[in-house]
């Protein structure tokens, strides 16, 4: 592998500041010395996602409307974090608490991922929560309506397979979290 | 599972309007009748996303800087594209050779995913492309500058269990195409 330059960021301004959407317009410099005016990123805060699992092989997903896609879809638990406020496990933990009821005692980070690294700014951060137990009731924000649906880990790669699972993380958490429960 | 409704859009407005960069501001109508003013999505081109193996076994990634992560990346080829001009499998061996001069006689769509259901409206395209070879110079856009690199399909696990490959876009994608290399 070659040693790759970074790109320089030459003047930084935000070009739209929103409680929900912020986007921020660099002036770049390229390893070429070439100058690109006008490369927007989104500031977009970091994400937890987690992989729940019984002590009897079931896992928890979770089923709710997302409007960027305009479509119900199946996920694993997880949510967006401010990581001056909270440690990714801390975050990971409640939003499995707020979002399905369960809880653990025993959670373990894989791996920290991006979902869009050319476009965003924010981690990803991949969580495997052992033992998981049904012990609250579920906490929804205001625009969250979420179904709990419980499965065998074995079904999860024919669910993959007929696109039941369809969001990228929720693919790459899966394939993780088996890597580390078949070591 | 439960019959869920969609959100409706009562408005819908373009908060931000920029060739590289388009957001909507659309007011919604939540199925308890709750209204949101302010529902930002990003209007984003979909994507495509390639494995290209070798009659040999071996795989095709690309190592480049990304801008939004800030940090120099390995992923499978791929871009962006517009479904009302090209098919996904054109854009998507059109990418291969663009980013690694590699092309394929026989190219599979595996599956549609997205990446960011809640804030974004693209869908993302896998793609499994058999017996590549390197038939053409490479081809980037302006802001690339892209290394290719060529690794054993066993190697792959490793390389994202040690966070070498860590988009989950990739992570996905290999967990997809092993299932159709391996039925």
Redesign the interface.
């Known amino acids: 592998?070659?040693d790759?330059?970074?790109?320089k960021i030459v003047s930084s301004d935000i070009?739209?500041d929103?409680e929900?959407?912020k986007?921020q317009k660099?002036v770049?410099e390229?390893?070429?010395g070439?100058i690109?005016d006008?490369?927007?990123?989104?500031i977009?805060p970091d994400v937890v996602l987690v992989f729940p699992v019984t002590a009897g092989g079931k896992v928890i997903l979770v089923?709710?409307?997302?409007?960027?896609?305009?479509?119900?879809?199946l996920e694993f638990p997880g949510g967006v974090f401010d990581p001056a406020e909270e440690l990714p496990s801390v975050a990971a933990l409640r939003e499995l608490r707020e979002e399905t009821g369960y809880t653990s005692a025993n959670i373990e980070e894989l791996?920290?991922?991006?979902?869009?690294?050319?476009?965003?700014?924010n981690?990803?951060f991949f969580f495997l929560a052992h033992n998981v137990e049904k012990t609250h009731g579920t906490e929804f924000d205001?625009?969250e309506?979420i179904?709990t649906?419980e499965v065998s880990t074995d079904e999860i790669?024919a669910l993959?397979?007929a696109?039941k699972i369809?969001?990228?993380?929720s693919?790459?958490?899966?394939?993780?979290a088996l890597?580390a429960l078949n070591p």
């Not at 790759?4 to 790109?7: H, Q």
């Not at 791996?111 to 700014?121: C, E, G, L, Q």
Request: positive net charge.
């Open positions: 592998m070659n790759m330059e970074k790109w070009a739209f929103n929900w959407c986007i660099d770049v390229l390893p070429s070439k690109i006008d490369y927007y990123v989104n977009r089923r709710q409307y997302k409007h960027g896609a305009k479509e119900v879809l791996s920290m991922v991006y979902d869009n690294p050319t476009k965003d700014t981690k990803m205001l625009t309506d179904e649906i790669p993959i397979k696109q369809r969001v990228s993380g693919i790459a958490l899966y394939f993780t890597m």
